[in-house]
């Protein structure tokens, strides 16, 4: 009867690692052990176990997550998490000095070892029998629990939170390949164990992301260009140099045309209007991998009503310029509407500024 | 949208009587777009577009640049200074004169099927 569970038991939670492990591979990590050397792991002095189960809750073709937890106590072995060298006893010292050896320790089960064999185990609940017996000051060897369960140094710390789940026991002693006694371990050790990992990893992520936004920074930074032009009243011969250059960095960059074409016309409103209506001014351009950045500012005389200057038609350009074909009236207006974001601050006798930007991305597609 | 084969720069050449100032390619027009308001033109003209206009200065190749226009005519007889026909041709931008007036031109170009 026991036999036949152990079998059932052990198809189901075979057949359950291998799903976990196949999504595992699907996420490009690889489990610490594979499910046959699991099996293959179960060793004479103990009872075959059944494969690692990692949900309780059967699942046939049902979508499940692998938590971060679960691919550690996939990746972790039990060397990695025990207490090693372990506190051990010999089968002749008094459970007296072994209670002292737990006090001193903070420690609740000790191996007994026999000429460096593994021969029992004491635990704490042995010490309060014999304190409560009055056999304290006897040998371990008379009292220890012979019958032992191990786990090996190599198997996964899935498996050892399946054998905790299994016995019931607050601790293994752990042996190696050669049936050394290697170390003992505890679900505190585990737990342990995996808050380092993960405290660990996290700071690698932190880390990796603070690496990745200073690139991104030095990156951005590499590709700002600033173009600086002084900018002369009724100098109309050189108007348009300036949205030159920028559409051809722009286009360089492979933004799209019609990104391109809003940013040449606010240069080229924003130079024009200072060579048409002021006494001389500068344009500062700077194009990143975000947006390009237009600051105009002139030296005066000012505009009186920024209001009317912003409606369309509203002109006080000179006949000159008008018969150039400049004072439509338009300048501010299509500034405006070419620009993502757009301020204008102006007063009569002193200077106007104009600042715009317009993103290289279109609205949607950026954050 | 499929364009009449009038639309094609060369072929629209005769009906206005107009002179290439540049190198021509055979190429088609996209529409029209008729103003001597830069900022207008900057606003409100579509790329691909052939521009009439009266101005011959600088400027007009600069806008036109900009938005992409594919051919300038200018009218009245008309004709830019000779660095501005270069820099047009330098920036692929295709100049053409007709000694016809802005509304004539616009009348011919009509007809001949450019909308």
């Known amino acids: 009867m026991k036999a036949a569970a152990k079998v059932v038991q052990n198809a189901n939670g075979h057949k359950r690692f291998k799903s976990v492990r196949t999504r595992l591979v699907g996420m490009t990590r690889k489990p610490a052990v594979a499910p046959e050397e699991t099996l293959k792991a179960g060793t004479a002095e103990e009872p075959v176990t059944p494969a690692p189960v990692i949900e309780k809750t059967p699942s046939v073709g049902e979508k499940r997550q692998v938590s971060f937890v679960q691919l550690l106590v996939f990746e972790l072995r039990v060397r990695d998490a025990m207490t090693s060298p372990p506190i051990t006893a010999t089968a002749t010292d008094s459970l007296r000095s072994i209670q002292h050896l737990m006090k001193a320790h903070r420690i609740s089960g000790v191996p007994i070892l026999a000429n460096d064999v593994l021969v029992g185990i004491i635990s704490i609940e042995d010490i309060i029998n014999a304190l409560d017996g009055g056999h304290i000051n006897e040998s371990a060897e008379q009292w220890m629990c012979r019958k032992i369960v191990t786990l090996r140094d190599h198997f996964s710390l899935v498996r050892a939170v399946a054998e905790f789940d299994r016995h019931g026991y607050g601790r293994f002693p752990v042996l190696d390949a050669n049936n050394r006694l290697v170390g003992v371990i505890t679900r505190g050790d585990i737990t342990i164990c995996l808050m380092h990992q993960l405290e660990r990893r996290a700071e690698e992520a932190v880390a990796k992301e603070a690496t990745l936004v200073a690139t991104r920074a030095a990156d951005e930074k590499a590709h700002r260009i600033v173009v600086n032009t002084d900018v002369k009243s009724g100098d109309f011969e050189s108007a348009g140099k300036l949205s030159q250059r920028i559409r051809e960095v722009l286009r360089a960059r492979g933004v799209a045309p019609e990104i391109v074409r809003r940013a040449a016309i606010i240069a080229y409103e924003a130079e024009t209007n200072i060579i048409i209506h002021s006494l001389g001014g500068r344009i500062n351009t700077s194009i990143d991998a975000i947006k390009v950045r237009i600051k105009a500012t002139d030296r005066g005389p000012g505009i009186e009503n920024v209001d009317l200057a912003m409606q369309e038609g509203w002109s006080t350009a000179g006949p000159l310029a008008r018969e150039l074909g400049f004072g439509a009236g338009m300048g501010l207006p299509n500034i405006k509407r070419c620009a993502d974001e757009f301020v204008i601050q102006s007063e009569l006798g002193g200077g106007t500024r104009l600042q715009a930007a317009v993103f290289l991305q279109k609205a949607e597609t950026r954050l | ?115």
């Open chain 2, 1 to 115: 949208m499929k364009l009449k084969s009038a639309s094609k720069l060369p072929a629209l050449l005769t009906c206005v009587e107009a002179r290439p100032l540049t190198d021509l390619a055979e190429v088609e027009l996209r529409g029209c777009y008729i103003s001597d308001l830069l900022s207008d033109v900057l606003a409100n003209a579509q790329p691909g577009v052939l521009w009439v206009t009266i101005h011959v200065h600088r400027n007009v190749v600069s806008v036109a640049s900009m938005k992409d226009i594919t051919a300038v005519l200018f009218t009245c007889g008309r004709k830019p200074e000779p660095d501005i026909i270069a820099e047009a041709a330098e920036k692929g931008i295709m100049l053409l004169s007709t000694t016809l007036t802005t509304y004539e031109t616009a009348g011919k170009l009509w007809k001949a099927g450019l909308r």
